[in-house]
Each structure stands twice: as structure tokens, then as C-alpha cells.
């Protein structure tokens, strides 16, 4: 079955290389300059791609997204999905910075190493989160330790024992080519894991050799997949030429990847016009600048990203009078039918407002079941998601009406609220009196598109329930959110957006519990968090699913956060043919140019929706089990 | 001559200690919170955190990083960035970068030069003729509309003209050219308005006057005495410009996609990276010393008058 996919995939790709004349090189830029070549560090999306496309982990996405074999061969779970092991491919040779063979082999101590190297706190990796930690046996132990020796904490054991006891953590070369990982719970979506650049290989031979200047150029790298970096100048360049001893060689189309630093998108654009770049991302204001021209017919919607923005509350606020309110479910639902989402999302897509929105804090297309059903198809979460904009005024109303009751005494004085000063500075200083209007602090992010959606989140209240009713403040930080509002507790809504980390709802629901990692607003439904962790314990993904949707569901229903756009999703030019290199909705892999067709004249958006059209029946067909 | 040497080499010693230490001290007050993103705050306990923070080495205490830092110096070694480019030597980011910054700014400075200087002239020796006001507009509309803006159309409408690459490529030589123009129109701007400036100045001047009297040709009155007695104050400030085109545009570096070193600070600044911020302000701060210091010398080599011995020589 695969096979015969696998022949009509080749067959489609064909066509289309004899139909639009492939090109071999793609040109793309960067706005940001990556902070290293050091690939298991990767802070963004430029350092993802390099590390993607130069190195190699056991697995990878394919260009459907399910994960198939890369330098493992093949593997294996145990049937309480703790131990995995992975059989890997043999004589796949370390490559250096001219593409030439070096005399080291891709063996299971390189992996091995690898996570040696990212488990030493002294190497700085910040991706190493505490779930990684806890999820393979000893990591944490190990890690800790190692902690506590640097804090001066430990004095009677060498910092060479310490690091002896790395044969104690759960990832173990069985022989030259069989590396087990062992973890502390069962973990069924496993493999979502080793796409990230936490699990890729280094030579410990080679490491060693050049040490603290490990990934500082290309010299003091070694290359283990597709692409091996020819030409890397600092803020400016980086060149990728196609690795002639991969083992997958044959799927590597484009022999050359060039990627230039450029900052400002319209020189983007016009290098793309002039032909210069194979693609270009476009802002709005382009978009509108577009139209009329020959180009309007070229511009399309990319597909969106996992990423998640959603409003947040924050349910322990100073704010007394926000918080009587916000702890009022009528309250909150009034909210959740009053936000236009799609009036909202105008500011950044002023066309199709209403595609690019999510109801749901778990993406689609990101976790899917043993059977190849995605979560986000399981019946609870599948009737928010088709809602849409599911703005309702009358409802809104009704709701607020409901909130004004149960909150204040009917002569518009907040029950249980004193007048008092609360204090935000420099963000924000209110004087509130206990009476309506009910006075909230709206925080947001400098900028042109978010100070426009702040005024307008404000004028979409307050025209709806009565200025007399509720007043909203406005609040902008100078920098960061997170430093400057959410950890000093000094705000009672604000804006932000969270990527989805690995192939399970947990990703995000299970961060989203009482004291949970992304639960900026503090609240606490022990509910949601029962069926959280009823739905961790399980093991089978369908029915891990199951519950997960109900907790969800739950979730939404309180509205304890206001999910509403996805991420992703930019208006683009390119000549690359859509559909035909990896996807996927975390780590790394997904950023691989491998099988990626480049064509010689820009896509028209009837092009791409065709392409798309046939992609998702061919999808479904391949991922339905 | 000598004592004064060493006396300035004094000062500007001090100077240098003055500014390094406040600039350390300065980067030791920045709440830590800066070294970590929104992303960081999910993933990472505090003792992740702790551990982050004490890799990058800015959990002792500021002495033991000062003595770190200067021992470091003192021994040739710049340390290495820990924000940034992390892991990357100071040094070999500097050396990288500065030669883009060098050579685009000496170009620069000698095309401004060379026709700013002669717009200059020919703007005093022309005053209120044709030469005198093209000369002035030009000036005006430098001076007056942000750079960002004429720079930005210069770079669409030349390179769309004559097919030429938008941004800078090291191998292209005739994408070196608008950068370089690019850089030199403040330059020949300054140049033009202040030596017209000083020659119209001098040429108002008792001994300009005497000259014509005593029936000097014109062109020899301004060639060997107005215009070398007006580009004494100019020419106070060539070494120091000479020196700090290593600071790079950040602008024009950004606009031609130049890896030179403008914006390296603000950058290194806004992310924490006290070892390069250190070694950048550092390296700015004697440059621009060195740069004054030279620029008395050549000022006093070039006008007898001035004695940089004497109680009034010098600029302070």
C-alpha cells in the first residue's frame, strides 16, 4: 500500500518537474541571524533550519507529517510504550565542510553522546525542559546533580564522577548500532520527540577534538544529513550543498540552498519580482500593495502553523473589581460570544479574516491516534472547532446581563469590592470605587498591528455591554509581556501565543492545569485537571484521546482562555512547489528542503489551491489506517 | 612635546577605566530576566534557570569578573559572547565583521572628502553663484529629509535602473558602489558646508584682505591661505573619523545586507552580552581617544601656530 503511494507520490513529482523545469538551487532569506551552528542549541527558526537540513535524528516527518524512518532503519516500543528501541542504518559516514568523507561512522554512542552533551547544564541548552527531564529515567537525577556540583552544592564527588552516573540515565547504546531509550512513564507519542534538535547525533572523537569551539564555524562541524554547510558568514549568508554520501541522496532535489540575510521585507519582495529568490513572505500592507498589479494572481495563503494565540484572564487579579467579574462564568461567557474574532483578525488578514481562525487550544493536524484520526476530528473538540466565529451579540448580552446580577447588587455596586488603588506602574495605576463601570487593564504588546487590536478589543466591549457597564484600560509594555506583565501579576487581559511542543494534547492542555507552566491567568478547575490526568495515564491513544477531548471541551465551555487564531498561515510569493517536502507541527524536521521541487516560474494561488486540493485527498488516503 | 605625550596618554588611560568600569557596572544592574524569552520561562525551572545563568558566568560576583574580564584582556583573550553568538570568541566576531565596516567607511570617507571638499570650494570661491546654491540645495535636502527615506530610493530606483544586485555581494564589485555612495552623501555634505563655512570666514579676514591689496592673484590667496588655514579645524577630526568607520552604519549595513559591525553594540546591549558589549565599548572608546589625540598632533603639524605643549593647546 505504502509502496504503491510512494510510486504515485514519484510519478506526481515527475510530471511535475518535466511540466515547470525544476531548478536545483532555492534561494531563500532570513530576518534574524541564527545565534550559532551549534544544532543542539536553536533558538530560532533560522538555526532550526540549518540544524534540520544538516543533521539527521532517528526520525523524521514525512511530507504527510507521519514520522517515518530516517538514521534508525527501523524500531521498536515495548508494549507499555517506557522502552524504545531503534535499529540503525549502517556504514552512513560523518561528512566534514566539503562534503568529503570523514573517518567516522554514524554509530548509537553518537546519540548517546549527543544527549550527553545537551544533559551537561555547563552547555547552555535551554530547550532541555523539565518534562524531557522527567521523562527519561535518571535525567533529572544526573542533571541535578550536576547542578548542585556547579552551585558548589556537592564537595565530596569530582564533577568526571558525576558525570560517570550518565550510565545510569535512560539512553543506552546497546551495541554499534542499537540505541534504547528508556522512559519513566508510558509514553506513546514518543516519537515526537526525536524530531527535536535535543536528540540528534554528535562524533564524541570529534567533539572532543575541538571542544568549547564546537559549532562556532563550519570547520568545528561535522554534517550527518542532507546538506552539508559550504559557505556560513556571519549576519550575511549561508550556503547548503546537497551531501553526496547521504543515505537518502536520491530525495534531495535541490542541490544548493542559499539563504541570505535580508531584514526588510520589501527588498525581500523585490528581490523575489526580480527574480532573485525562490520565495517571499509578504506582511499585509504588500498584499494590498499587490493587488491590481501582475502579481495579484500569485499571491496565496501558506498553510498555518500549530502555533495558538489566545486571550488571557487573569482570575487571582489585583484588580478586584476584574476579579469579582472574571470568576463569574456568565462573565467569561459574555466575553467569549462578544469577541469578533474574525473583525479581530482583519488587522492581520484583512481578505479571509475568518480562515485563519481556532477555537481550540490544541491545534489540527498536530496529534494523531493509532488509527491515523486526528485529535482535533474527536467529536467534542470537532463541534467547537467547526463553530468558527461564533460571535453572537444577543447572546453576549444575555450573558452579561446574567454576570451584572450575580456580581453587583442591582444599583451598580460590585459586591464584596472595596474602593482602592491598584497599583501597576509603570504599566498601570487605577483608582476603582467598587461600582460600575467594571474597570479592566488590557496589556499588549508595542507595534502597529497589536496597538490597533488593543483599541479595538476596548471599543468592541465597551460598544457592546455600555461604557457605563465596562471600561476597559489600556496598557502597553515596553518589550516583554512575559518579564513585564504576566510573572508581576500586573494585568487582567492580555494577548499571547503558544507553540505546540510534541504529538499530544498534553502539549498544551497538560501546561494549562492548576499551577500548570502556560496557566497565566491562575486558575484552578479540578475537574480539568482530573480528566487531564485520567486521560495521561492512559496508554492507548484513542482513548487517550477521548478523554483529552472531553477535558477540552470542558475547558472551552468555562472559558477560561479565549483561543482564537492560529499561527502560521502568511501570504507568500514562491516558485517552490507547495506539499512536496516534510510538515509537521513541531521540532525540527519539518524545516527539511529534502524532496522540496522548485519551479521556474512563481505559483499562481490557482496552482496552489489545486496542488492543495489533491494533497489533502492524497493524504487522507495515506494516513487513513 | 614629549611630557605632553605622556600626559595625555595619562588621561586617556583614566578615561578608558572610567568608561569600562561604569560600562560593567552598568551591564551587572540588568535584571537577569533578560536572558530568557517567554518560551524559556515554560520549559525551565529555576533551577534550569540558575544553571543557565551560572554557564554564561554571570552568577559571580561582579569583582571576580571584572579581574575575569581584565586578566582576560590583558592576556589577548576578549572571552566569548554568551547571548549573541553564543560561544563565538569576541575577537574572531570583531575580526569577521570590522573589515566590511573598515573598508566601506574608508571609501566612503574618501569620496566625501574628495567631493565634499571641492563642493566646498568651489561653494566659497562661487558664494551666492550657481555652484554656491546647487551646492546649498544639495545640503539642505541631505541634511533635511531622513536619511531613511532617500536612502531607500536611491536603493530601488538605481539598482531597478541599471540591473544592478539590491544588496551587497562580496564577489559583485558593482554592488559595493551604492553603499558606498550611500555612506559618503552626509559625509560630502558636512564637508562642503563646513569648508565653505570656514573659508567664507577666513576670506573676511584682515590678512585676505591685505593679500588682495597687496595684488596676490585670487586663486593663490585662497589655495595657500584660506583653504589651508580653513581646513585646520577639519582636519581635527580625520583620524578620529578614519578610526571609528570601524563602528560601522547600522542603517546602510542593514538596508545592503553589509555583516559589518553597526548595530553589533545595540544588539550585543540589548541581549545582555556583557562580554561583547565590554569588548566593543572598550575597543570604541580607545579608538575614539586615540582618534582626538591624533587629531591635535596632525592639527598642530599643520598649523605652527598652535602648540599642544602650552597651557591652552589641545582639545580637551
Known amino acids: 500500500m505504502k509502496r504503491r503511494y510512494l510510486i504515485v507520490a514519484l510519478g506526481l513529482a515527475l510530471c511535475a518537474l518535466a511540466a515547470v523545469g525544476a531548478q536545483d538551487r532555492y534561494n531563500a532569506t532570513y530576518t534574524a541571524e541564527g545565534s550559532s551552528l551549534r544544532y543542539f542549541y536553536t533558538p530560532d527558526t533560522t538555526d532550526q533550519r540549518i540544524a534540520a537540513n544538516t543533521q539527521d535524528g532517528l526520525v523524521e516527518q514525512d511530507r504527510f507529517g507521519r514520522f517515518v524512518p530516517s538514521l534508525a532503519e527501523r524500531w521498536e516500543a515495548s508494549p507499555d510504550s517506557k522502552v524504545w528501541t531503534f535499529y540503525l542504518r549502517k556504514g552512513v559516514p560523518w561528512v566534514d565542510s566539503k562534503g568529503q568523507k570523514t573517518k567516522y561512522e554514524i554509530t548509537a554512542d553518537d546519540f548517546v553522546e549527543g544527549f550527553r552533551y545537551v544533559a551537561d547544564p555547563k552547555n547552555g541548552i535551554k530547550n532541555l525542559s523539565r518534562d524531557i527531564r522527567r521523562m527519561i529515567v535518571g535525567l533529572n537525577d544526573y542533571y541535578l546533580d550536576l547542578v548542585d556540583f556547579d552551585a558548589g552544592k556537592i564537595k565530596d564527588k569530582t564533577r568526571d564522577q558525576l558525570l560517570g552516573n550518565f550510565t545510569k540515565v535512560g539512553v543506552k547504546a546497546l551495541d554499534t548500532y542499537t540505541i534504547q531509550y528508556t522512559l519513566a512513564r508510558p509514553t506513546p507519542y514518543f516519537l515526537s520527540f526525536l524530531v527535536m534538535e535535543l536528540f540528534l547525533p554528535v562524533e564524541k572523537e570529534f567533539l572532543d577534538s575541538v571542544g568549547e569551539n564546537f559549532g562556532i564555524s563550519k570547520e568545528n562541524l561535522l554534517f550527518s544529513g542532507a546538506y552539508y554547510i559550504s559557505d556560513w558568514q556571519r549576519d550575511k549568508q549561508i550556503v547548503l550543498k546537497a551531501n553526496p554520501l547521504y543515505w537518502d541522496a536520491k530525495s534531495v532535489t535541490v542541490k544548493t540552498v542559499s539563504l541570505q540575510k535580508i531584514v526588510d521585507p520589501t527588498i525581500t519582495l523585490q528581490m523575489f519580482q526580480r527574480g532573485e529568490l525562490s520565495s517571499a513572505t509578504l506582511t499585509a500592507e504588500q498584499v494590498k500593495a499587490l493587488a491590481g498589479t501582475k502579481w495579484a494572481d500569485n499571491v496565496f495563503m501558506a498553510e498555518p502553523s500549530t502555533v495558538t494565540y489566545w486571550f488571557v484572564q487573569n482570575f487571582t487579579s489585583a484588580n478586584p473589581e476584574f476579579k469579582a467579574f472574571v470568576n463569574n462564568l456568565n462573565f467569561r461567557k459574555a466575553l467569549y460570544y462578544g469577541l469578533d474574532r474574525a473583525k479581530l483578525n482583519e488587522l492581520d488578514d484583512p481578505y479571509q479574516p475568518a480562515a485563519t481562525l481556532r477555537n481550540t487550544v490544541v491545534p489540527e493536524q498536530a496529534a494523531f491516534d493509532e488509527k491515523g484520526k486526528d485529535y482535533a476530528d474527536y467529536p467534542e473538540v470537532k463541534a467547537i472547532r467547526d463553530a468558527g466565529n461564533y460571535y453572537d451579540k444577543a447572546k453576549a448580552q444575555d450573558y452579561f446581563r446574567k454576570a451584572l446580577a450575580e456580581v453587583t447588587d442591582g444599583k451598580g455596586t460590585i459586591k464584596g469590592v472595596q474602593p482602592a488603588t491598584v497599583d501597576w506602574k509603570p504599566i498601570a495605576e487605577l483608582k476603582i470605587d467598587g461600582k460600575l463601570p467594571l474597570q479592566m487593564v488590557y496589556v499588549y504588546l508595542p507595534g502597529a498591528t497589536e496597538t490597533k487590536r488593543a483599541f479595538l478589543f476596548k471599543a468592541m466591549l465597551e460598544d457592546l455591554f455600555g461604557k457605563e457597564n465596562i471600561q476597559v484600560t489600556l496598557a502597553q509594555v515596553i518589550d516583554d509581556i512575559f518579564a513585564e506583565a504576566v510573572e508581576p501579576r500586573r494585568f487582567d487581559m492580555l494577548h499571547d501565543n503558544f507553540r505546540f511542543g510534541f504529538a499530544d494534547p498534553s502539549a498544551q492542555l497538560g501546561r494549562l492545569v492548576t499551577k500548570g507552566a502556560v496557566n497565566d491567568g491562575e486558575f484552578s478547575d479540578p475537574e480539568f485537571d482530573k480528566l487531564v490526568d485520567e486521560a495521561s495515564q492512559k496508554t492507548v491513544l484513542s482513548e487517550r484521546f477521548k478523554i483529552f477531548s472531553k477535558a477540552e471541551a470542558l475547558f472551552i465551555d468555562r472559558c477560561y482562555v479565549y483561543p482564537w487564531r492560529m499561527g502560521g498561515a502568511s501570504y507568500m510569493l514562491s516558485k517552490v512547489v507547495p506539499f512536496t517536502y516534510p510538515r509537521g507541527g513541531f521540532g525540527i524536521t519539518r524545516f527539511k528542503y529534502k524532496g522540496m521541487i522548485v519551479q521556474k516560474d512563481p505559483l499562481t494561488s490557482k496552482q496552489y489551491e489545486e496542488l492543495k486540493k489533491a494533497f489533502y485527498e492524497e493524504m487522507n488516503k495515506a494516513t487513513a489506517k | ?316
Open chain 2, 1 to 316: 612635546m614629549l611630557s605632553y605625550i605622556l600626559k595625555r596618554l595619562g588621561q586617556s588611560l583614566i578615561t578608558v577605566a572610567i568608561v569600562i568600569i561604569t560600562v560593567f557596572l552598568l551591564l551587572r544592574l540588568m535584571p537577569k530576566s533578560g536572558y530568557f524569552t517567554r518560551e524559556d520561562y515554560v520549559n525551565m525551572d529555576e533551577s534550569a534557570r540558575t544553571a543557565y545563568l551560572r554557564s554564561l558566568g554571570v552568577m559571580d560576583d561582579p569583582v571576580t569578573q571584572f579581574v575575569r574580564f581584565a586578566g582576560g584582556v590583558a592576556r589577548g583573550n576578549w572571552g566569548r559572547s554568551i547571548s549573541v553568538y553564543p560561544k563565538s570568541p569576541v575577537m574572531t566576531i570583531i575580526k569577521e565583521k570590522a573589515p566590511y565596516s573598515l573598508w566601506f567607511g574608508l571609501a566612503a570617507l574618501v569620496l566625501s572628502m574628495g567631493l565634499g571638499l571641492t563642493m566646498g570650494v568651489l561653494m566659497a570661491r562661487h558664494k551666492d553663484g550657481v555652484f554656491d546654491t546647487f551646492g546649498t540645495i544639495y545640503v539642505t535636502i541631505v541634511r533635511a529629509i531622513p536619511s531613511l527615506i532617500w536612502l531607500f530610493l536611491i536603493q530601488q530606483w538605481v539598482t531597478g535602473l541599471l540591473g544592478w544586485p539590491m544588496v551587497f555581494y562580496e564577489d559583485r564589485p558593482v554592488s559595493w558602489i551604492l553603499p558606498t555612495i550611500s555612506l559618503a552623501l552626509t559625509g560630502i555634505a558636512w564637508y562642503a558646508i563646513w569648508l565653505r563655512r570656514f573659508m567664507v570666514d577666513e576670506e573676511n579676514k584682515d590678512y585676505v584682505k591685505f593679500a588682495t591689496a597687496k595684488g596676490i592673484p585670487r586663486t593663490r590667496i585662497m589655495r595657500k591661505h584660506v583653504l589651508r588655514n580653513a581646513l585646520v579645524p577639519l582636519i581635527q577630526y580625520f583620524p578620529q573619523q578614519v578610526l571609528l568607520t570601524i563602528a560601522g552604519s547600522l542603517l546602510i549595513e542593514s538596508i545592503y545586507s553589509i555583516p559589518g559591525m553597526g548595530g553589533l553594540l545595540v544588539n550585543a546591549i540589548r541581549q545582555q552580552d556583557n562580554p561583547l558589549v565590554q569588548a566593543l565599548v572598550l575597543l570604541y572608546a580607545v579608538l575614539g581617544i586615540v582618534g582626538v589625540f591624533l587629531g591635535d598632533l596632525l592639527m598642530a603639524a599643520v598649523d605652527p601656530r598652535i602648540k599642544l605643549a602650552g597651557a591652552q593647546g589641545g582639545q580637551e
